[in-house]
């Protein structure tokens, strides 16, 4: 952690100031207005994300391509993880990664702001940035360049990940948000290098409550399935939330009897976690 907060650091600031600092001299704000922009980002991003239709693949990709409150929002909430007050996803990947990678070579995909990708160059990785949208990509790069650490970075729009070159990929908070799962899993499958990992979670939410719009994948149990159906095997869950899938040989029998007998579970799997949600519901209403 203490890397991670050095990492958001800047000028002999704390980690709030630090952030806040940057944003404005980025932006062109006041470090006030950017605290507010921080605390409302997730009104402002609904009010992007209305301002087109969203129902196809494009216009999500040009909701990706223009939005401007993400950066606030993934901003803030690193200072949220540096505090405790947030789940500390990248520190526990990258504490992860370090003991258990096969190499150092490392893929942030969904990269954002590029925190995560920003800490594994500071834990001795080659980091590599990725996302499909250019208004984070460009505030990755610009930030990453003004605390003097290197990171390769990849346009999602425009680039295909290169085969077999990584030996582990980051998706953090970002399997949720892209518009097809499978072929995004195939990529990282082919990306990642034979005995590598990809480490991922899946924040599924209702897409019709507000400020969930972006949150395009609803089934965690579904699309846990069809990740390790890629062709991973999922070794540990890193603090209940970030699971670790090691890539392997998905053409060999005991994998596929094994992706069978997964599928035949996924009825049982969901009817337990709605089972387990209205039961928890009828608890906070008693």
Same mark, same amino acid.
Do not use: K
């Given at each position: 952690?203490?890397?991670?907060?050095?990492?958001?650091?800047?000028?002999?600031?704390?980690?709030?100031?630090?952030?806040?600092?940057?944003?404005?001299?980025?932006?062109?704000?006041?470090?006030?207005?950017?605290?507010?922009?921080? @605390?409302?980002?997730? +009104?402002?991003?609904?009010?992007?994300?209305?301002?087109? +239709?969203?129902?196809?693949?494009?216009?999500?990709?040009?909701?990706?391509?223009?939005?401007?409150?993400?950066?606030?929002?993934?901003?803030?909430?690193?200072?949220?993880?540096?505090?405790?007050?947030?789940?500390?996803?990248?520190?526990?990947?990258?504490?992860?990664?370090? +003991?258990?990678?096969?190499?150092?070579?490392? @893929?942030?995909?969904?990269?954002?702001?590029?925190?995560?990708?920003?800490?594994?160059?500071?834990?001795?990785?080659?980091?590599?940035?990725?996302?499909?949208?250019?208004? $984070?990509?460009?505030?990755?790069?610009?930030?990453?360049?003004?605390?003097?650490?290197?990171?390769?970075?990849?346009?999602?729009?425009?680039?295909? $990940?290169?085969?077999?070159?990584?030996?582990?990929?980051?998706?953090?908070?970002?399997?949720?948000?892209?518009?097809?799962?499978?072929?995004?899993?195939? +990529?990282?499958?082919?990306?990642?290098?034979?005995?590598g990992y990809v480490l991922a979670n899946f924040d599924v939410r209702d897409p019709d409550d507000y400020g969930n719009q972006w949150h395009l994948q609803t089934d965690a149990h579904g699309l846990d399935h069809r990740l390790r159906a890629a062709g991973f095997v999922r070794t540990r869950t890193l603090g209940g939330v970030t699971h670790c899938y090691r890539a392997v040989d998905p053409t060999r029998p005991t994998f596929r009897a094994r992706t069978i007998i997964d599928r035949t579970m996924l009825p049982l799997q969901r009817t337990t976690?709605?089972?387990?949600?209205?039961?928890?519901?009828? $608890?906070?209403?008693?």
């Amino acid at each position: 952690m203490a890397t991670f907060r050095a990492a958001l650091r800047t000028d002999g600031l704390d980690v709030r100031e630090s952030i806040l600092r940057e944003l404005a001299d980025y932006h062109g704000y006041s470090p006030e207005e950017c605290l507010r922009r921080c @605390l409302h980002w997730e +009104d402002w991003s609904v009010e992007e994300w209305n301002s087109a +239709d969203r129902s196809t693949a494009a216009g999500v990709q040009d909701f990706y391509q223009s939005v401007q409150s993400w950066t606030f929002d993934l901003m803030w909430y690193a200072y949220l993880q540096s505090t405790g007050h947030g789940f500390p996803a990248p520190v526990l990947a990258a504490r992860f990664a370090t +003991d258990h990678a096969p190499g150092r070579d490392h @893929l942030d995909f969904g990269s954002g702001t590029g925190t995560t990708a920003q800490l594994f160059t500071r834990l001795g990785f080659r980091s590599t940035m990725a996302d499909v949208s250019e208004p $984070l990509l460009q505030y990755a790069r610009w930030r990453l360049a003004r605390h003097g650490d290197r990171a390769t970075t990849i346009d999602l729009t425009t680039s295909e $990940l290169p085969s077999a070159n990584y030996d582990v990929i980051t998706a953090l908070d970002a399997l949720v948000h892209v518009t097809d799962f499978d072929a995004t899993v195939r +990529d990282l499958r082919r990306a990642v290098r034979p005995g590598g990992y990809v480490l991922a979670n899946f924040d599924v939410r209702d897409p019709d409550d507000y400020g969930n719009q972006w949150h395009l994948q609803t089934d965690a149990h579904g699309l846990d399935h069809r990740l390790r159906a890629a062709g991973f095997v999922r070794t540990r869950t890193l603090g209940g939330v970030t699971h670790c899938y090691r890539a392997v040989d998905p053409t060999r029998p005991t994998f596929r009897a094994r992706t069978i007998i997964d599928r035949t579970m996924l009825p049982l799997q969901r009817t337990t976690t709605r089972a387990r949600g209205r039961a928890r519901a009828l $608890l906070r209403r008693g």
